[in-house]
T-cell receptor
Framework: DVKVTQSSRYLVKRTGEKVFLECVQD?????MFWYRQDPGLGLRLIYF???????EKGDIPEGYSVSREKKERFSLILESASTNQTSMYLC??????????????FGNGTRLTVT | KNEVEQSPQNLTAQEGEFITINCSYS?????LHWLQQHPGGGIVSLFM???GKKKHGRLIATINIQEKHSSLHITASHPRDSAVYIC???????????FGTGTSLTVIP
């Protein structure tokens, strides 16, 4: 079974802090994604990566950056956390075969609160 | 503009009822995905389909490509089916998934 592990389930940070959200998958998947999920808005793509050191912006990349130094790990960085980044953050991974042509496997999510 | 629309937004059913959740989309797709999210956050992929019908246990997913419509059916519903069900599509151009906002299902014993 594919396992996608996010480092924290709950996180509380102060405005202006730099925040790191870590995601690790154990199935050698090429594609990894970071989403945020807000009530009424569904899942929105922040960034995705289809290979080591490769990254592409999603719909809402402002205020975020990512890092993929190793295939299994995809990190989301909030450069200077703000209250409007309070949200549920979900990491996902999938096999190659077109970025969207294989099932997505999700982590359990990180609920981030910025005060 | 929402590329994926789901209905209903919320659904309450009695245990044992047959449930249908609908998904309509507006773009050309290579595949459609049904996802399940239980309280607490984790999302599980239930189905990925590009034509016809798929069945897994009490869950059935159908898709009509011409009408750009998919349905998720749950037979003999059970309280443990209570979750948010999310429809997502893989567009045939570009490299992003489009997600519906989800259908929140509550099954009452």
């Amino acid at each position: 079974d594919v396992k996608v592990t996010q480092s924290s389930r709950y996180l509380v940070k102060r405005t202006g802090e730099k925040v790191f959200l870590e995601c690790v998958q154990d199935m050698d998947h090429e594609n990894m994604f970071w989403y945020r999920q807000d009530p009424g808005l569904g899942l929105r793509l922040i960034y995705f990566s289809y290979d080591v050191k490769m990254k592409e912006k999603g719909d809402i990349p402002e205020g975020y950056s990512v890092s993929r130094e190793k295939k299994e790990r995809f990190s989301l960085i909030l450069e200077s956390a703000s209250t409007n980044q309070t949200s549920m953050y979900l990491c996902a991974s999938s096999f190659e075969g077109g970025v969207c042509n294989s099932p997505l496997h999700f982590g359990n999510g990180t609920r981030l609160t910025v005060t | 503009k929402n590329e994926v629309e789901q209905s209903p937004q919320n659904l309450t059913a009695q245990e044992g009822e047959f449930i249908t959740i609908n998904c309509s989309y507006s773009v050309g797709i290579s595949a459609l995905h049904w996802l399940q999210q239980h309280p607490g956050g984790g999302i599980v992929s239930l189905f990925m389909l590009s034509s016809g019908k798929k069945k897994h246990g009490r869950l059935i997913a159908t898709i009509n490509i011409q009408e750009k419509h998919s349905s998720l059916h749950i037979t003999a519903s059970h309280p443990r089916d209570s979750a948010v069900y999310i429809c997502a599509v893989s567009p045939d151009t570009g490299n992003q998934f489009y997600f519906g906002t989800g259908t929140s299902l509550t099954v009452i014993p």
